[in-house]
């Protein structure tokens, strides 16, 4: 495949947006890419990583990179970014709660990525469709989550909400 594409896959917790993501990429290629963005915090984890990565099988090519994901060579490739939501949490952790210079950076390595000829497949979180968290570091979060996800958006060709395992276009 030798095109640019960003698709965004957005939703609440449990609601179909990553095995939604992998049928879409199996259905567009025989060896995509999951590119997993999430921190090994601990053992219980690092199981749950394993058990994930041998529940999709040996047509997938695995990357773990918590980061800099334009540091990975994806030209021609189907890839599930999954998820927006983990990568996000890495660089606002790093930067102390820094939500400008957590959206700057992400911004910055966001358009990296997209230069590449591959066809991207984000999977995000929306946090911010509950109430409002009485923890301020929460609400920080809540914050960069959603302007993160708005810039995605708008960079994406297409969009879709998951809701009770049903996508609905919304771009």
Known sequence: MSTKHITLITGGERSGKSRYAQTLALSLAPNPVYLATSRVWDEEFHQRVLRHQADR??????????????????????VVIDCVTLWTTNFFFDNKSDIDLSLKEIKEEFNKLCTEEAYLIF????????GVSTDEIQRKFTDLQGWVNQYVA?????VFLMVSGIPLKVK
């Open 57 to 78: 099988g040996t047509q997938w090519t695995n990357i773990e990179e918590e980061k800099y994901l334009s540091s990975h060579n994806l030209t021609g490739r189907v």
């Open 123 to 130: 999977v995000t979180n929306e946090i911010g469709m509950g």
């Open 154 to 158: 708008s960079k994406a060709n297409e």
